[in-house]
């Protein structure tokens, strides 16, 4: 069975400062690597999706990075917001089944 | 487009009563996903829906549970008899057939007294 980790659990940064989220898998037979973002009383936005076969992904500030060998991700928000302030959830995908991690709690500071 | 729409948004009920969640995906998905999230355990698929089939409801947690898909419109997730620890946002979620990017309804939050 698949187990997704996010270290760390929550995190509280100044406004500016670069977030490092990070995230681990334990089988690294995936086809893709997805991060979401929650916001309190919402559903999942899709923010970056990564294939098995590439080693990284860019989304304006944002940027990913998966090493499937080693069983991890990483994503990078450069220059946060108040604004970034959500919880933040890796998931991998198996055939059509997406297992998630906990999530990191992320709070930027004004 | 109005994205999955879930409905009720929260429900309050007695332990033992009969709960049904609704889901509409988004027009023209065949993919419907229906997710349980906690505290505890996080957020975990229960059933899988393909062109209105049940393709795999291995996360179903007990028979107290069922999920129908009577066309590709509507979808239901029902809990008969409710108890406490059936607590939780429960997502819906739809996707296009071939694609990797799941859309998220904004969940249901049910408290089961």
């Known amino acids: 069975k698949q187990e997704v980790t996010q270290i760390p659990a929550a995190l509280s940064v100044p406004e500016g400062e670069n977030l490092v989220l990070n995230c681990s898998f334990t089988d690294s037979a995936i086809y893709n690597l997805q991060w979401f973002r929650q916001d309190p009383g919402k559903g999942l936005t899709s923010l970056l999706l990564i294939q098995s076969s590439q080693r990284e992904q860019t989304s304006g500030r944002l940027n990913a990075s998966l090493d499937k060998s080693s069983g991890r991700s990483t994503l990078y928000i450069a220059a946060s917001q108040p604004g970034d302030s959500a919880t933040y959830l890796c998931?991998?995908?198996?055939?059509?089944?997406?297992?998630f991690g906990a999530g990191t709690t992320v709070t930027v500071r004004a | 487009d109005a994205g999955v729409i879930q409905s009720p948004r929260h429900e309050v009920t007695e332990m033992g009563q009969e709960v049904t969640l609704r889901c509409k995906p988004i027009?023209?998905?065949?993919?419907l996903f229906w997710y349980r999230q906690t505290m505890m355990r996080g957020l975990e698929l229960l059933i899988y829906f393909n062109n209105n089939v049940p393709i795999d409801d291995s996360g179903m947690p007990e028979d107290r549970f069922s999920a129908k898909m009577p066309n590709a419109s509507f979808s239901t997730l029902k809990i008969q008899p409710s108890e406490p620890r059936d607590s939780a946002v429960y997502f819906c979620?739809?996707?296009?057939?071939?694609?990797?990017?799941?859309?998220f309804g904004p969940g249901t939050r049910l408290t089961v007294l």
């Open positions: 979620a739809s996707s296009l057939a071939g694609s990797d990017t799941q859309y």
């Open positions: 998931a991998v995908k198996g055939d059509y089944k997406l297992s």
């Open positions: 027009s023209g998905h065949n993919s």
